[in-house]
């Protein structure tokens, strides 16, 4: 059985999730790793827990003289797993980072929303050109297979329609204030704390996650070329208590809902008044997508939309998914 060398790009809560993950299976061996500062590399594998160690008592993982772009560029490995927090604006510096290894013949995996959001289509087609693997599972709803279940699972079914909760921080603080009457910002402090929110949770609460999510979705699975600017967006910070609490006198849910119809052109992340029987009233952290399809009517996915092993789940998919099409 080969055993695949791993670059690590990023040791945040998704890296370090990828690394417990990747410890202990034999398919795969963590040769490189690499911090916003500084990286470390070993051809015979690294201890991951000793360079955690490491970085927290240092603040940095490794060599200063080593970092990521360097790694990406200059070591030997086979794949390179990306997983920087995302930059929406210029993908920077994950983006330089992916090309140079893509270019290089490496395969890439990543979680990072901003360079898929922003150059799908042009990595896509560098991937092709090199013949290599180039996957992004865990960019949309963490661990649930929603960009497989729509390319594989539903292949050649007509996407209609699509609606999702594609955010778990404004889920989770909806469900706080419906539940537990917390305002809005007692539940956003608390989804901080938990870890969900974006390094600047603006991003969460005003739709930009989600919409970018909703880019992700209809560049890469439903043949379109939008952008970012293109998704009207509403986020969740004007609502109250109270109207969460008369939603629910009625029988409904408020819950952030991206939206998209590829025929009316409509992509728009808003928050709606949904039926408590719905499936997309999902809480806490859960996210949910509804895809609207030709010959399958309805199909909802659900589960667990971030998180340091719930987005590790969706990467270790994609990585088996590489070492299965280009076992060589
Ligand atoms: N901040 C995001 C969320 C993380 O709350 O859903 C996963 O993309």
């Known amino acids: 059985m080969k055993t695949w060398n791993v670059a690590l790009i990023g040791l945040g809560s998704v890296g370090r999730g990828v690394a417990e993950v990747l410890a202990g299976d034999e398919r795969f061996r963590i040769v490189a790793a690499a911090d916003s500062k500084s990286g470390v590399i070993d051809p015979a594998g690294l201890n991951i827990e000793e360079i955690l ?4 008592k240092t603040g940095r993982c490794g060599d200063p003289a080593w970092p990521a772009a360097r790694i990406s560029a200059e070591a030997e490995y086979d794949i390179l797993v990306e997983v920087t927090p995302t930059n ?7 983006l330089s980072i992916i090309k140079t290894a893509i270019m290089r013949g490496k395969h890439v995996v990543t979680s990072n929303k901003g360079p898929v959001s922003l150059a799908s289509a042009e990595l896509l087609r560098l991937a092709e050109e090199n013949n290599v693997g180039f996957l992004f599972e865990g960019t949309v709803a963490g661990a649930v297979p929603i960009l497989r279940g729509i390319k594989y699972g539903l292949a050649g079914n007509k996407i209609k329609a699509l609606y999702g909760v594609l955010n778990g921080t404004c889920n989770y603080i909806l469900t706080r204030m419906e539940e537990e009457g917390l305002t809005y910002v007692q539940a956003l ?24 999510k909703l880019v992700i979705l209809a560049n890469t699975m439903l043949g379109m070329d939008v952008k970012l600017d293109d998704v009207q967006r ?11 609490l008369m939603a629910e006198e009625t029988g409904h849910s408020i819950r952030l809902i991206a939206t998209l119809h590829p025929e009316k052109n409509l992509l728009e992340v808003s928050p709606r008044l949904i039926s408590k029987t719905n499936p997309l009233v999902v809480t806490g952290t859960l996210n949910a997508v509804t895809v609207e399809t030709e010959y399958a009517g309805a199909i909802t996915f659900i589960g667990r939309g971030a998180g340091s092993v719930e987005t590790a789940s969706a990467i270790l998919a994609d990585l ?7 076992d060589r």
């Not at 949770?201 to 005003?206: A, E, G, S, V, W």
């Not at 088996?320 to 280009?326: E, R, S, V």
């Open 53 to 56: 160690a490491k970085k927290k």
């Open 88 to 94: 929406a604006e210029t993908g920077e510096p994950a």
């Open 189 to 212: 402090a608390e989804a901080r704390d938990l870890g969900y929110a974006e390094a600047d949770p603006t991003y969460d609460i005003n739709g930009t996650d989600a919409a970018i």
């Open 234 to 244: 509403t986020g969740i910070s004007d609502l109250t208590v109270d109207a969460l």
């Open 320 to 326: 088996l998914f590489i070492t299965d099409k280009y």
